[in-house]
């Protein structure tokens, strides 16, 4: 069975990345440093800019913990017209309701930010929208078992593990290039159960998330292109059958810069996020989107096909 869901949205972009959090490591300035983040989705109309602080150097607390930079301006120019935004909820910034244009494969885009006698700017284009053709599950006849750890306390090298067992399931899924799809077209690929495991220990082993160059998922040019992920469904024992389940899969079609960017945020090291914004932290770039939500049915056969209708 597939739902279908209204994931060609700006919320849907945001729920594949993190919020940005980063820190001003060159001066400690009383407010702190300015982040600004905006996702441009193709067939949508402008999303909206989010304008944040970071903590000063010297500020008690989490120095991650930022805050809304409102009062502040912002406008948008697309393919040299100007959209002056308007400040919604504090630090959101969004085009007027009355502009209802929706933005264009290969349109231009350039953001321009003032703020408390700052002023930023980022720029981008609308790469062409993405479409999930098809989807694969493959799921073993029996679990296997999984050391599950549940806390590393390193001042001790003490381990609490547990052990139980997954379902490893293999899921494929395919697209099809657009022939306006560049060299700096990047995807990123999220395979999300309802019933998520929680062990990053296990995910680490598995492949629930990647992100790679679109020109390397495909055989040939413009040829169906595919990608393969691992997610794990957790059951208690050796002879539990695999439990039934809704899966998500959901694809980003951007730039190499929110490649670097949705990299970061799901290999985090503690390094602060790249940036494409001039005179800000953040990242401001076009995106298309496209998500499926399909039941993986344990009575179906081990590989189960989904089509998806237009």
């Not at 989010?50 to 948008?76: K, M, W």
């Not at 090298?157 to 899924?173: N, S």
């Amino acid at each position: 069975m597939i739902r279908r869901r209204s994931y060609l949205r700006l919320v849907a972009a945001a729920a594949l990345v993190v919020g940005i959090v980063s820190c001003d490591s060159v001066r400690p300035e009383e407010t702190g440093s300015l982040a600004v983040e905006a996702y441009m989705n193709t067939g949508l109309r402008p999303g909206p800019v989010i304008l944040r602080t970071t903590q000063p150097l010297d500020a008690e607390g989490d120095l991650f913990d930022g805050s809304s930079a409102t009062g502040g301006g912002v406008d948008l120019v697309i393919n040299g017209v100007t959209v002056e935004y308007e400040e919604g909820s504090p630090g959101h910034y969004s085009p007027p309701d009355e502009y209802t244009d929706a933005l264009e494969t290969g349109d231009l885009f350039d953001v321009h930010v003032r703020w408390d006698g700052r002023t930023a700017r980022a720029s981008g284009i609308l790469p062409p929208p993405i479409r999930i053709d098809s989807i694969s599950v493959v799921a073993p006849g029996e679990p296997v078992e999984a050391i599950l750890i549940d806390s590393l306390r390193l001042d001790s090298l003490g381990v609490d593990a547990t052990t139980g067992y997954i379902y490893p399931i293999e899921t494929t899924a395919w697209w099809t290039q657009d022939p306006a799809s560049g060299p700096d077209s990047w995807i990123q690929a999220q395979l999300r159960p309802r019933s998520q495991f929680s062990s990053v220990v296990v995910d680490f082993f598995l492949l629930p998330e990647q992100v790679f160059a679109e020109d390397d998922a495909g055989s040939g040019e413009f040829a169906p292109m595919s990608w393969t992920g691992l997610y794990a469904i957790p059951v208690d024992r050796a002879d539990q059958s695999l439990p039934s389940h809704e899966l998500r899969i959901a694809v980003v079609r951007s730039s190499k810069v929110y490649a670097d960017y949705a990299t970061t945020q799901f290999n985090s090291d503690g390094r602060e996020p790249p940036s494409n914004v001039e005179g800000a932290l953040g990242i401001v770039v076009g995106l298309s989107v496209d998500s499926v939500v399909v039941q993986v049915d344990p009575l179906a056969a081990k590989q189960q096909t989904f089509a998806i209708n237009r």
